[in-house]
């Protein structure tokens, strides 16, 4: 296959180095054995250590350890994790619990960071008892298919990491390292991918194995080679797509090196950002809060489910937003809303129902004809409008207020916030803990914007 002279300088710098892969590979079969010496279980590597995609530098490798599916999901979790920490003392590792579906234990050794994962040992991927079940089938129909395209993946990844547009956690939305072999195994390699999204619509259904049975309504389904039940794809935003589309179609008109290098932008200064906002005329608010206990695949979520009920809660009242963010910190999360007013007139217009549906408009008149108002009732238009007092004229005062906790937050959001939360405007909304994603905010712009910024073009 003939790859632009780029291309091959990125391979020469992504793949792993045979000294690498050898090191990896003997540590992945030193867990295997370990584990399958116990005589609890079996077990495989999994990931992309394992389909020989994995890109020079990344140090995870998963050790699936595969039970006896008549084990009830109880004895699965005693029974795996005790093997789990077993295998992690022997090898004198540093380890904690992790939780996804189930816990599983995470560990270090020798610099490598090794996820002993406990699953049932299923036929078939949709006979699975839990969602893990699922990832062995995953690593050896890549296997199977991969051919040739090892260094395709290693390509689609990079640029989807170069592009902000990898991983498949719910903070990026974006492509997870088993869609991207999926679709460059699909496509038939790197540059027919590319052709491919350059020309994506949404909806685009993407069926390897013509499995035809399951209808999803995501931006972009990929039905699961192994399991016709999944869409591959699920995680992946409309927003993340069309900027793999638009990173396509750049690259096809001018490839570059730019396209898969990333240098990560400094942070603005307090000052910048300051002076920033004040440009800009809009209006800035932040509200941050403890970060619940919980992982970020089920706190961002509830984080994005709670600030677009705040924003809609901010443009009834007479705030209408430009954008919202979300930001999950270790210690604390943040919610930030840019306004193109704070502050709104004492009266607001209230709209009641038409006059034709005469038992709703009497009962609406009665109603106001018995409160203070500005004006009204009147008839406009064949409708009753009531001219009534705004609760809040200011912004920062309803995002102060308790009446945050009638809109519809994210539990867990919720139940933080009950324990207070801080209210923050314009240029006070600066914090270190978040100036890389204050900083985003502010310079958003796509990914192929910048590299046209960055490369002149």
């Given at each position: ?156 990844k990079q640029f989807a990491k170069a592009g902000g547009v990898y ?73 993340r797509m069309f900027e793999f589309a638009e990173l396509a179609r ?208």
């Amino acid at each position: 296959m003939t790859r632009c002279p780029c291309e091959e300088e990125v391979l020469e710098r992504i793949r792993p180095t045979p000294e690498e892969r050898t090191y990896i590979r003997a540590m992945g079969e030193r867990l295997i054995e370990a584990v399958e010496r116990s005589g609890k279980a079996k077990a495989m590597m999994v990931g992309s250590v394992a389909r020989d995609t994995f890109v020079r530098g990344d140090r995870d490798l998963d050790i699936f350890m595969l039970f006896d599916p008549a084990l009830s999901r109880e004895e699965l979790q005693e029974q795996g994790l005790a093997l789990a920490h077993r295998i992690a003392e022997e090898f004198g590792a540093t380890w904690r619990e992790k939780y996804a579906e189930h816990p599983y234990v995470n560990a270090t050794i020798d610099s490598l960071d090794i996820d002993l994962v406990p699953c049932y040992a299923v036929a078939s991927a949709t006979e699975i008892k839990s969602a893990v079940d699922r990832t062995p089938f995953h690593t050896r129909y890549i296997l199977a298919h991969i051919d040739d395209y090892a260094d395709d993946v290693l390509l689609a990844k990079q640029f989807a990491k170069a592009g902000g547009v990898y991983g498949s956690d719910h903070m990026t939305e974006g492509f997870s390292g088993y869609l991207c072999e999926i679709l460059t195994i699909r496509y038939g390699g790197f540059h027919p991918l590319l052709e491919a999204a350059a020309c994506w619509r949404p909806g685009e259904v993407i069926d390897i194995e013509e499995h035809g049975t399951k209808e999803f309504e995501d931006p972009l389904v990929v039905i699961d080679p192994v399991d016709p039940e999944r869409n591959v794809a699920a995680a992946l935003s409309l927003s993340r797509m069309f900027e793999f589309a638009e990173l396509a179609r750049g690259y096809l008109a001018g490839p570059s090196e730019a396209f898969f290098c990333r240098s990560p932008s400094p942070p603005l200064t307090r000052e910048v950002f300051a002076r920033l906002l004040s440009l800009r005329g809009t209006h800035l608010f932040s509200i941050t809060f403890a970060t619940p206990d919980y992982t970020p695949d089920t706190v961002v979520p509830q984080l994005r489910k709670s600030a677009e009920s705040i924003r809609e809660l901010l443009e009834r009242s007479g705030f209408p937003a430009n954008r919202i963010d979300v930001c999950m910190g270790k210690e604390r999360c943040m919610l930030v809303f840019e306004l193109m007013a704070a502050e709104a007139p004492a009266m607001r217009r209230h709209i009641g129902p038409p006059l034709s549906s005469r038992e709703n408009a009497e009962k609406f008149l009665a109603k106001y004809v018995g409160e203070e108002v500005f004006a009204g009732p009147y008839v406009e238009d064949g409708r009753y409008v009531v001219e009534v007092a705004r609760p809040f004229t200011r912004a920062g005062d309803l995002l102060r207020s308790k009446t945050l906790f009638e809109v519809a937050l994210g539990k867990h959001v919720y139940r933080s916030m009950k324990q207070g939360w801080t209210v923050k405007a314009g240029a006070e909304c600066w914090d270190e803990e978040f100036s890389g994603f204050l900083s985003e905010f502010l310079e958003r712009s796509s990914p192929l914007a910048r590299i046209k910024r960055m490369t002149g073009r």
